[in-house]
């Protein structure tokens, strides 16, 4: 007895170094120094100079050769050896997995530093953690702390951070993390064609000049979705899917701060000549990406580096399940090329809008459009709880929220269901002559509009706050209107149930804006005073829980602010 069970120790023993010989294989970890220069293999204590070091074997066939075994972290150092100062590089940083496998590999410019370049010794930095509220990703410990970066301001680097991936080579399961960059021409980050794709906790902007933006640039790009075989069988046109942007500070871009890209290079799609050059067979239900988050990241200053299009987020066509929650989007009016042009946020196709703060736009705050003929992703479209500032620039449409009917007349795939619900709209179109709210007719006539619980405010100095075309509309009901008259034009009062006309009662409508400045005062005549939604959605802007009876407006109540976390919270461990 006493030998079987010595012998079972044994081999626990054995089994249980095994597994973690095992663990330790499949969890590798690699390094970057740009200012080491001794013998390198991306070790800690032999970091690479960069991705791209002329050393043998090569970075790249040592990361995707380690990726058939697990996932696999690369570290770049973040800063100095005292971290003082970020760590420099002029080296862009070309991402070339060439595993196919789903071990994610993760690129990290912000956890770890390098304490001396004679003899590499690895500290941590600071760990990024989410945030909400406004300005989050510009605002918190990890923004402000050093980055590795790419470029140097006032010269840049040309696609600073970019990858290998084509419509004939999707890569995939890729992590981009805490990286600082500055773009001299391309995109401040091009990960097209990228599925499985985390992009957090960056800052990036553009040097002014080159030719080419936008900022950062996901989805498909000019070569349809994703697809394997020069022949393109049929239902092989699709992605990429399951990408998340989020945490990231990206400001003074050339053109827009973020686009996802579409099915062809320009509209109207299906039944043009795009199509038949791409061989695509999707017909007119071209996916090119499910499941796409964009979420608490600071879009400022879009186009100050130059070019002619300013979208704080665009979104083109055949995007399923998009979901646009709690980014800061101010201003999207470019200072140093006022001739730039463009919303706050472009959409072509959609889902989910929600909790963003957007102010002084160019044009349109939320612009729902229909340009391209692709059915993916205007199924429904909900527009919820977003706080709307300051769009008065006289340039194109001045409207708060916006579904625009299109320019082409081959763009036949309408959106099936609208949802524009608790909403804030604050002084809008009072230069340009727009409503808040409008509903061009771009909605199926057999489609479900519904407009409820929103403050329009200010809004085209007394005119209308809302418009609506023929056939457009289902239901709208408990909106306020203050300094702006109701649906159409008509007197506001009694113009639908539950209408209220009186001032909203805001925290403060004073400069600097800020989003809990848009909370509602006690006795405010928007609490309470509007339709029970809770079967549709149950927090507010901040994430707060709504109680019954429900307000008007994006915040709920008069917090003013998110919930505060937990506190003294006890562990137990058994």
């Known amino acids: 007895m006493a030998k079987n069970t010595s012998l079972a120790r044994i081999l626990s023993v054995i089994i249980f170094a095994m597994v973690c010989i095992k663990i330790s294989v499949g969890q590798t970890t690699f390094y970057v120094d740009p200012a080491f220069s001794g013998t390198r293999n991306g070790s800690a204590s032999k970091p690479w100079q960069s991705l791209s070091d002329n050393v043998s074997p090569s970075p790249w066939s040592s990361i995707n050769a380690a990726l058939a075994n ?203 000549s795009e199509y038949t050059t791409l061989n695509l067979n999707c017909t007119t239900a071209c996916s090119t990406g499910a499941n796409h988050l964009i979420q608490y990241n600071t879009f400022e200053s879009s186009a100050d580096a130059g070019g002619t299009e300013n979208e704080g987020i665009d979104i083109k066509d055949g995007h399923a399940s998009l979901q646009i929650i709690g980014n800061t989007i101010r201003p999207t009016l470019a200072a140093t090329t006022p001739n730039a042009i463009g919303p706050g946020i472009n959409l072509e196709s959609g889902g989910l809008i929600s909790g963003n703060y957007i102010e002084a736009p160019m044009t349109v705050a939320i612009a729902a459009q229909i340009g391209w003929n692709n059915k993916v992703g205007r199924s429904s479209l909900t527009v919820e709880n977003n706080i709307i500032v300051n769009v008065n620039t006289n340039a194109g449409h001045n409207s708060g929220i916006e579904v625009f009917s299109s320019s082409y007349s081959e763009a036949t795939q309408l959106w099936q269901a609208v949802g524009i619900y608790d909403n804030t709209l604050y002084n809008v179109g009072n230069v340009a002559g727009y409503p808040c709210i409008v509903l061009d007719p771009a909605i199926s006539p057999s489609a479900v509009a519904i407009v409820q619980n929103n403050i329009m405010a200010n809004c085209d100095a007394g005119a209308a706050g809302f418009t609506a075309s023929p056939g457009t509309l289902a239901t709208h009901s408990n909106n306020l209107y203050y300094q702006a008259t109701a649906l159409n034009g008509a007197s506001c009062s009694g113009s639908e149930p539950g209408v209220v006309c009186s001032n909203p009662q805001f925290v403060s409508t004073g400069t600097p804006y800020e989003d809990v400045n848009f909370a509602l005062q006690a006795g405010s005549p928007a609490i309470g005073a509007g339709a029970n939604l809770s079967s549709v959605f149950t927090t507010d802007y901040f994430g707060s829980t709504r109680t019954v009876p429900w307000d008007m407006g994006a915040i709920g109540g008069t917090s003013g602010g998110p919930p505060n976390p937990p506190t003294a919270l006890v562990v137990t461990v058994d």
Do not use: K
């Not at 100062?85 to 770890?112: M, P």
């Not at 760990?127 to 702390?145: I, L, N, V």
């Not at 981009?176 to 990036?204: K, P």
């Not at 990206?250 to 039944?271: L, V, W």
């Open 70 to 272: 697990g996932p696999v972290t690369v570290y770049f150092s973040a800063c100095n050896t005292t971290c003082t100062a970020n760590t420099v590089t002029a080296t862009a940083l070309a991402i070339n997995r060439t595993d196919t496998g789903t071990n994610r590999l993760t690129l990290d410019g912000i956890s770890q530093y390098n304490t001396s370049e004679s003899s590499p010794a690895w500290v941590s930095n600071v760990t990024p953690a989410p945030c909400t509220g406004f300005r989050c990703a510009a605002s918190q410990t990890w923004s402000t702390a050093p980055h590795f970066q790419i470029g140097v301001a006032g010269t840049g680097v040309d696609d600073p951070i970019s990858s290998n991936a084509t419509f004939d080579n999707c890569q995939g399961y890729i992590t981009v993390q805490g990286f600082r960059v500055y773009r001299s021409n391309d995109q401040v980050m091009n990960l097209t064609y990228i599925h499985d794709l985390t992009v957090q906790y960056n800052e990036g902007s553009a040097v002014p000049g080159g030719s080419t933006g936008p900022g950062v640039y996901v989805g498909p790009a000019n070569n349809g979705p994703c697809h394997t075989g020069a022949a393109r069988p049929n239902g092989t046109d699709s992605g990429p899917d399951n990408v998340t942007v989020q945490y990231n500070y990206i400001h003074d871009t050339y053109e827009d701060n973020f686009y996802d890209g579409a099915s062809t290079g320009d509209p109207p799609g299906y039944g043009g």
